[in-house]
């Protein structure tokens, strides 16, 4: 694959999760409140821990791969 080509492919990607990272806070998934978020608040720091999202982003990734490799 050409430079060309490859930047164009990765230009498209990045409009992909840009136009996700704006989509995502109007639908219905919680995402980043799922139960398995954890939430440390301290009395000057907060520390938080997205394992019940990191597990669903996972599964789905996991799944796409898996369709695309098959391809």
């Given at each position: 694959?050409g430079?060309?080509?490859?930047l164009i492919?990765?230009?498209?990607v990045?409009m992909?999760?840009?136009a996700?990272?704006?989509?995502?806070?109007?639908l219905?998934?919680p995402?980043?409140?799922?139960p398995?978020d954890f939430v440390f608040?301290?009395?000057?720091w907060?520390?938080?821990?997205p394992?019940g999202?990191?597990?669903l982003?996972?599964?789905?990734?996991t799944?796409?791969?898996?369709?695309?490799?098959?391809?």
């Amino acid at each position: 694959m050409g430079l060309g080509r490859f930047l164009i492919v990765v230009g498209a990607v990045l409009m992909l999760i840009g136009a996700l990272i704006s989509i995502l806070p109007r639908l219905p998934i919680p995402i980043g409140k799922l139960p398995g978020d954890f939430v440390f608040r301290g009395k000057n720091w907060v520390f938080y821990f997205p394992l019940g999202t990191s597990i669903l982003l996972s599964v789905v990734l996991t799944l796409l791969f898996w369709l695309l490799a098959r391809r």
